[in-house]
């Protein structure tokens, strides 16, 4: 089985009740790219990256098209397998993880369909198949957040992650203190993420003012050499995100004993494939993570589905979709939903949802 042809499809997510707010970043919308890969035998596989804009990481969704431009004919008459797929875009391209992750979603949904069999079965097995959610709080002041998490809380989350980062840490201070009032008696996880908006000094004062909190920080800073300062006067467990851009930077933050857990993003790491080694290095070292993507429709989220269904209940903190936060004009069957804090594990034979074609409109560019 052999990829035959490739069709990229663009779609504008728009944000509900817009827009989401985080440290460097405001969107009303966002910009997806869907990847339908169709094998020499007829099999159809979907796959998606959908970077956060343009500043959240070095990555922008017309890149992500321009580099799958770069790839998808060479791409053609290649064998519709993980590793055959993986090692041919690395001699077409290098980097460009987050677009060449696009592919590999196709690749494992395409193979899986046509085993019918489900991803997961791909990647290890399923070891649950209904995962935990958690829900992210937006840049918001302490009243509305508080609100938020308190209706959260009351739909069945038991992690919530609050965004903050602002230009004045005492604000942070303020939304911490007053979110934790509604989460610690509720016995929720808090996870403080500033997406590298402080710097080394603003991170220091803020958890230690914050010391009697139970809370997770994670990614504070920009870099790994802020991340070395900080750490040990930190009063809190510290997780990173935007750091971890790849596997050999991901060895070298475990080596150093850099972090306490990981919020992981599929697209960054370069799609299910990288995802399951990560899995298997962090299992090893017995570290928590999350498995998640920057944002996109119910293709990505899936695919998060299907890794998350794979590792140890012990090592998982949750899984975050967009599908909560957009306006999605996407039909898809079989969509992945959230329900009493819980996603279930799609059902059938690969990803297990289907995106209506119609609802796409024309590709933007076909291969074959």
Known sequence: MKIAEIHIFQVDLPVKDGPYTMSGTSLDAVDTTLIKLVTDSGQIGWGETCPLGSTYAPAHSKGARAALDQMAPGLIGTDAAVRPAQYRMDQLLAGHNYAKAAIDIAVHDALARALNIPVTTLLGGAVRTRLPAYYAIGLKTPEMATSIAKAKIAEGFRRLQLKVGRQDP???????????????????????????????AEAIKISQACRDIPMVIEQPCDTLSEIRQLRPHLCHLLYLDEAVTDLDTALLIMAEGLADGFGLKLTRMGGLSAMTTMRDMLAARNLPHTCDDSWGSDIIAAACVHMAATVLPAQLDGVWTAGSYINSPIETEGAVTINNGFIDLPAGPGLGVWPNEKALGAPVAVYQ
């Open 170 to 200: 005492k604000e942070d201070i303020a939304v911490i203190t007053r979110v934790s009032e509604v989460a610690g008696p509720a016995g929720v996880q808090l996870v403080v993420d500033a997406n590298r908006g402080w710097r080394v």
